[in-house]
T-cell receptor, first 115, second 109 residues
């Protein structure tokens, strides 16, 4: 299993500012994902963050808006840049263990409100 | 493009009823199908399914996978108000974990 510490738990930010969300994993894992969950909706994959390479972004998400760092196999950050009220969401990081049959583990989530 | 489709999107039942949630998928390089329950922020893991026809059970919840027809069902028997939540189906392949839209279950006393 993997335990993920995600920070901050929640924040209220002014429009036009940026927020960096951190996820620390208690073990080394290759696959890490960042999701957004807008109110009343399911989890939408923003990007896959692989250590040592550029993150792979899903359609509709760009690096300038959501820069991601993955400096090692236990840590990653997601920045939400130049925020607008439409960015108000829950942001979640997730990892999948490197063995074949393993579930996905989630951080506690960050509830972001942009005012 | 990978697809995960859940149905119904929502349902309302009374305590004691049985609910069946559906998840169909189209993904390349399938590894596993996962069910989660979400009440607050982080989803809570329920089941991981990798093989067809083998039912997984946990208390009143059970799930099964059909890899030929590319779907899974999640059953909840004798529902309780504490079962009210969003139930998420996700499919993992070699490089991505994709979620369906979720099914919102409301159990009325």
């Amino acid at each position: 299993s993997a335990v993920i510490s995600q920070k901050p738990s929640r924040d209220i930010c002014q429009r036009g500012t940026s927020l960096t969300i951190q996820c620390q994993v208690d073990s080394q894992v290759t696959m890490m994902f960042w999701y957004r969950q807008q109110p009343g909706q399911s989890l939408t994959l923003i990007a896959t963050a692989n250590q040592g390479s550029e993150a792979t972004y899903e359609s509709g998400f760009v690096i300038d808006k959501f820069p991601i760092s993955r400096p090692n196999l236990t840590f990653s950050t997601l920045t939400v840049s130049n925020m607008s009220p439409e960015d108000s969401s829950i942001y979640l990081c997730s990892v999948v263990g490197d063995s074949k049959n393993t579930e996905a583990f989630f951080g506690q989530g960050t509830r972001l409100t942009v005012v | 493009e990978d697809k995960v489709v859940q149905s119904p999107l929502s349902l309302v039942v009374h305590e004691g009823d049985t609910v069946t949630l559906n998840c169909s998928y189209e993904v390349t390089n399938f590894r596993s199908l996962l069910w989660y329950k979400q009440e607050k922020k982080a989803p809570t893991f329920l089941f991981m399914l990798t093989s067809s026809g083998i039912e997984k059970k946990s208390g009143r919840l059970s799930s099964i996978l059909d890899k030929k027809e590319l779907f899974s069902i999640l059953n909840i028997t004798a529902t309780q108000t504490g079962d009210s939540a969003i139930y998420l189906c996700a499919v993992l392949n070699d490089y991505k974990l994709s979620f369906g839209a979720g099914t919102t279950v409301t159990v009325r006393a």
